[in-house]
């Protein structure tokens, strides 16, 4: 990848597949999924980082970010497939769709993003089940 697509930073992506269909960045060990081989890789490139961030000069602070931040990408990927992506809207006392423009949110920590985007605080929501 470094030569075909100039990538500077590479983070591995591995399948888990046991009971779920999911993805991470750290080597299976475990008894079922250890023998999954890597499904790909979330790379940066220098343009990349160019362009983002201003510089040529790689940092260990810089790198350190930028494997973070695919990290991050790779733990949305694995909650986009588990289906752990949240929509939301807020209503009104009568029941009436007062917004329903919240959408994207990942992971478990996307609820609580989800609510405070309404601009509400957790304990003034409640479900509707």
């Known amino acids: 990848l470094t030569d075909e697509c100039g990538a500077v930073v590479l983070c591995p992506i591995y399948p888990y597949d046991f009971m779920t269909r999911s993805v991470g960045t750290i080597r299976p060990t475990g008894k079922w ?3 999954l081989s890597l499904v790909g890789f979330a790379y940066v490139t220098m343009a990349d980082i160019r362009a983002e961030h201003s510089t040529d000069e790689l940092t260990p602070e810089l790198l350190d970010e930028i494997r973070k931040r695919l990290e991050r990408e790779v733990d949305r990927i694995d909650a986009y497939l588990r289906g752990d992506v949240f929509r939301g809207a807020v209503y ?4 009436n769709v007062l917004d329903d423009d919240y959408y994207g949110f990942y992971g478990a920590a996307g609820i609580y993003e989800l609510i405070e985007a309404a601009g509400f605080a957790p304990d003034d ?4 089940g």
């Open 92 to 95: 009104g006392v009568g029941g």
């Open 125 to 128: 929501v409640r479900g509707s």
């Open 33 to 35: 999924d250890a023998g």
